[in-house]
């Protein structure tokens, strides 16, 4: 006889909402928000009307989902021009507040899409992982390129003389952008009205550039299309030639001080144990080597000399440091870095110290040279360093803007406004007495600025590297072999003071760079 198990009212209720429940999660979990890509498809599809934060060509978008209905807003975003002429009264109000501006529709974005695009309006904060990313080498190549001959006139995220150029190539097929790039004034002329249209956004011309070639303009439409990759944290490593070059250390005046007392105890210990046996009475007496060695009148003598002869190479060693600033690091009023100028972006020295090659002095760069730059270059958008966020180091940008009167969202010099110097902490400071000239060791001797200077371009603030001492001066001219190469003047010198000394290689010291009147008259 088979047994029929009988399902209670209460077990089936608990089974349908069970199942009601799973059915609930799954729809959650595929209606949940990536606002990564959210950020994303803002950016290529909604950036070039709209911000978060304020009004561009359409309404600022930061918490719409709380003015108007998701389901709304999705049917809006797909076919904006069908929910108006279907009469609905919200899309009517919205399009006449707007000049009547029709809003692009976008029938290619799914449900999904759209729920990921408002949930980056709402302010979520994006998730980063902090890993490697492999990226197409192109894409580098890209970046050169268009900093190299784009970054004048252009921005990836906003309008500088041209317009924002992040993901173009959504806008414009690759074959037009090679055509437009390499000749804008060719193109229009042949009657082509996208080029016509586009010539019309600024009355400033394009300039050409006929010697990219269209794997230099494909490289640069990659970069365009992921715009700045972060790369992973890559430790910084030194050649052995580098530190031959940077750090020669000596023996110093502690380990020459410890080796001196070091023979002083072994000299007193091989004294005393050869006094300490007496004959008294007959009878041979062992006295203790410590007492030997204080009642000896030799080591009594020899430990004077040592105490006075040890105070004295302390009291000089002590005087001969005062004035070298060796490490002197101080707090300058911007935070500039030389790592980020001279190192990532590879900005000559010369171009800020001009006055290095033909002047005593190497200069400090008024701030209409920092401005050549920093008209385009509003905020850091490279890796961050110390203790600066990103917000901190716009405001030092700011800084410069503050000093010469500058409007950056107008791009133009605030009428009557006060400039002010920036009062930079001067580091590298020689004695009154002792003359130095950049223009014969930078010109003339065509030594790089690292040679005193240190490696500046790994410094994100700049120290004092070199001692700058006398002794200092007179060693680098000891090694240091002149160029003769091209050189007439140098050659007939070269030949009478080879047959002098009987080399074939003449240093800056036999060239007279020793002499005391060179550096002080």
Known sequence: MKSVKLHSQLSRLVVSSLAFLLLFSLSLSAQEADVANGEKLFKSTCAACHRLDKKLVGPALKGVTERREQDWLISWIKDSPGMIKSGDKIAIQLFEENNKLPMTQNPQLSNQDIIDILEYTKGTPVTKVDAAVEVDPGVERGKKIFKANCAACHKLDKKLIGPALFKIEDKYDAEWLKLWIKDNTALVASGDKLAKTASEYSPIAMTPFPQLSDENIEDILKYLAVGDVK???????????????????????????????????????????????????????????????????????????????????????????????????????????????????????????????????????????????????????????????KEDLDGEIQKIYDAVGWDKDNL??????????????????????????????????????????????????????????????????????????????????????????????????????????????
């Open 412 to 521: 133009e010099y605030i009428e009557g406004a006060k400039q002010k110097p920036i009062e930079w902490v001067r580091i590298h400071n020689l004695a009154d007495f002792a003359y130095y000239n950049h223009s014969q060791h930078v010109t003339v001797a065509g030594l790089q600025c690292q040679k005193c200077h240190g490696p500046v371009e790994t410094m994100h603030e700049v120290k004092q590297f070199s001692k700058l001492t006398m002794g200092w001066c007179i060693d680098c001219h000891k090694t240091t072999e002149v160029d003769m190469k091209d050189n007439g003047y140098y050659k007939n010198i070269h030949d009478q003071l080879s047959k002098k000394y009987g080399i074939e290689k003449v240093t800056v010291a036999q060239m007279g760079g020793q002499e005391c009147g060179k550096c002080h008259y």
């Open 231 to 389: 790369k992973a944290a890559v430790a910084t490593t030194t050649s052995k030639t580098d530190q031959e070059i940077f750090n020669k250390p000596g023996l110093g005046v502690l380990p020459s001080l410890g080796l001196t007392i070091l023979a002083f105890l072994l000299l007193s210990l091989i004294v005393a144990s050869t006094t300490n046996k007496k004959k008294v009475g007959g009878e041979e007496k062992e006295d203790s080597m410590l007492k030997s060695m204080f009642m000896n009148p030799f080591l009594r003598f020899l430990a004077l000399i040592f105490v006075l002869l040890g105070s004295a190479y302390l009291v000089f060693a002590y005087f001969m440091q005062v004035g070298v600033d060796t490490g002197y690091q101080p707090i300058q009023p911007i935070a500039f870095s030389h790592a980020v100028h001279a190192g990532d972006n590879k900005i000559d020295c010369q171009y800020c110290h001009s006055s290095a090659k033909n002047s005593k002095t190497s200069g400090i760069p008024s701030v209409n040279v920092c401005m050549n730059c920093h008209k385009s270059i509003t905020e850091y958008n490279g890796e961050l360093f110390g203790e600066y966020s």
